[in-house]
Every structure is written in structure tokens, then in C-alpha cells.
């Protein structure tokens, strides 16, 4: 086990090198002056840009650029924007918020997409089973701003279940809506991951041998087909954390959400290229740390994987 840690650990770098330096070059070599665009329409002195591109490092080589980049994200130092404020002070202030509504999310697409799921297997071929797959379908295909948009005219305006928007300091109460929006997507795939492998499991030759020896229905199902099912799917729900994270970045837009994604979209929209980049390497370090917990879970269960 020991040496399947080290071996997927080193496997780590790369991958973070890689992930870095193009969302580095993407960000830093796009079209347009960030420095410039700071003084808007009238513009700054040029005597001035010069002092604030060398306070940021940005007269310098690209490679040289990132290479101060990663010193600072090692160091855990990831200076200062355009606005004076610190980075770190931001990704701390941010991230508190965009766990909790991840965490949501989390919660809502396991408990449905397994529940329905495992329903939807155990009728393979019903209405249950139809229906379900045809929801699961439209969830995938609709894209999450045009569920957020819906939600907010049918259960926030309409029938004034939930608030419209969640602000910024949001209680549980506030980011169920927009949790249930960012889970939309997840919760359709873990219905199906869940419906197909339950329904797999149930023609198993186990699954036969403990019907033969008397067991009850709940039994089997709990025992056995439940649990040998769900393998696949709790791969998939550690391997999604990391892309609720990231996919906050929209859902966060649309209910005025002050965390990580509002943050970054607000980044984006005002060229603070700085922290842009800082913010998307920490999404980079939570996606990566989710795929390696989910590989070691998954070495543990099935130890045949740690000698592919």
C-alpha cells in the first residue's frame, strides 16, 4: 500500500505542474494589458504601470513569471491583488462557503441519484425505471444556468419556497436552492451509475446463491446487492467533489453567492488576473487531493488495483 501512495504521489506533480502552467499561460498571455486597464478610459501614467508591473513581476520572462507563481504557492504566500488586499486573506474568506454549499450538494445528489437509483434498478424496465431514466436525461442535457434560472422563477418567485438569491452571508436555509441546482447534473449520473449496477448485480451467480439459501428480499438487497453496488458510485462521489467546487463558479453567479466562484467571477469580470490564477490553482490542489483520496479508498477496497 505504502508504495502505491508514493507511486500515485509522484504521479501528483506532474499533473500539478501541467494544470499550472497552462492555466498560467492562459490567463497571463490572453490579449490585452491588465495594468493598463486599470486606469479605465483616461488611463495611467506610464511612469506608474512600470512600478506596478515590477511590484507584480510582471516585466519579467513568463517562465520566470511562474516560477515566482509556484515559489508563492508552496510557500502558501500568494501575495497581494490589484486592490491591496491579500490573497490568501480572500481564499480564506471564500472557501468556508464553497465547501458548505459542495458539501450540500454532495448530500442531496448521493441521497436522491442512490435512493432512485437503486429503485429504478430493482424495477429494471418499469414506469419507475422509464421515467427515471428520461429526468435523468433532461438533467444531463439542460445546462446549470437554465436549471438556476427556472428554480428561481418557480420555487423562489412563484411559490416563494426558498430565497431567490443567497447573498453574502448565506444560512443552510438560503444555499439549499442553489446546492440543489449544482447537484442537478451529479445526481442525474449517480441515478444512472446506481440503476445500471444494481440492475447488474441482481443477475449475479451471488446474488442467485443467496436467494436459494432463504434469505429475505431486504436482506438481499442490503446485504449484497446494495452493497456491491455502491463501489462504483462512491468512486464517483469523491471524484465529484472537485467538480462541485469548480462548477460553483456559475451557480454561485446566479444566486450572488459570495464564495470561491462568485470571488473568481468577480476576478474575472474586473482583469484581476492575480487572483484568477490563485484561486483556479487552489480549485487544481482540491481536485487533485479528491482523485488521490478516491484512488487510495479504492486501492483499499480492491486491492488487485494496487498491482495494476
Do not use: C
Not at 210 to 239: C, E, K
Amino acid at each position: 500500500m505504502l508504495w502505491y501512495l508514493g507511486r500515485r504521489l509522484l504521479q501528483v506533480i506532474p499533473v500539478f505542474l501541467g494544470a499550472t502552467l497552462l492555466l498560467y499561460a492562459l490567463v497571463f498571455l490572453r490579449p490585452g494589458d491588465p495594468v493598463a486597464a486599470l486606469g479605465g478610459e483616461r488611463g495611467l501614467p506610464e511612469a506608474v504601470q512600470d512600478q506596478i508591473r515590477a511590484e507584480y513581476n510582471l516585466d519579467q520572462p513568463f517562465i520566470v513569471q511562474y516560477l515566482l507563481f509556484l515559489k508563492g504557492v508552496v510557500t502558501l504566500d500568494f501575495g497581494v491583488d490589484f486592490r491591496g488586499r491579500e490573497i490568501s486573506d480572500v481564499i480564506a474568506s471564500a472557501f468556508p462557503v464553497t465547501i458548505q454549499l459542495a458539501l450540500m450538494a454532495l448530500l442531496i445528489e448521493a441521497v436522491f441519484g442512490i435512493a432512485f437509483g437503486l429503485w429504478a434498478g430493482m424495477r429494471k424496465g418499469g414506469i419507475f425505471d422509464a421515467t427515471a431514466l428520461v429526468v435523468s436525461l433532461f438533467f444531463i442535457a439542460v445546462p446549470t444556468f437554465v436549471v438556476g434560472f427556472v428554480m428561481q422563477i418557480v420555487v423562489g418567485v412563484k411559490l416563494e419556497w426558498l430565497p431567490v438569491t443567497a447573498g453574502r452571508d448565506p444560512d443552510v436555509v438560503s444555499l439549499l436552492m442553489p446546492a440543489m441546482v449544482l447537484a442537478a447534473t451529479s445526481f442525474a449520473y449517480v441515478l444512472r451509475l446506481t440503476r445500471t449496477s444494481v440492475a447488474e448485480n441482481l443477475s449475479a451467480d451471488y446474488v442467485r446463491t443467496a436467494r436459494a439459501r432463504g434469505l429475505r428480499r431486504s436482506q438481499v438487497t442490503g446485504r449484497h446487492v446494495l452493497r456491491n453496488s455502491l463501489i462504483p458510485v462512491v468512486t464517483f462521489l469523491g471524484a465529484d467533489i472537485g467538480a462541485l467546487m469548480s462548477g460553483a463558479i456559475i451557480t454561485e453567479g446566479i444566486f450572488n453567492i459570495n464564495g470561491v466562484g462568485g470571488t473568481l467571477y468577480d476576478a474575472i469580470t474586473r482583469g484581476e488576473s492575480i487572483t484568477v490564477v490563485s484561486l483556479t490553482t487552489v480549485l487544481v490542489l482540491v481536485y487533485i487531493g479528491a482523485n488521490l483520496l478516491v484512488d487510495l479508498l479504492y486501492a483499499a477496497l480492491d486491492p488487485r488495483i494496487r498491482y495494476a
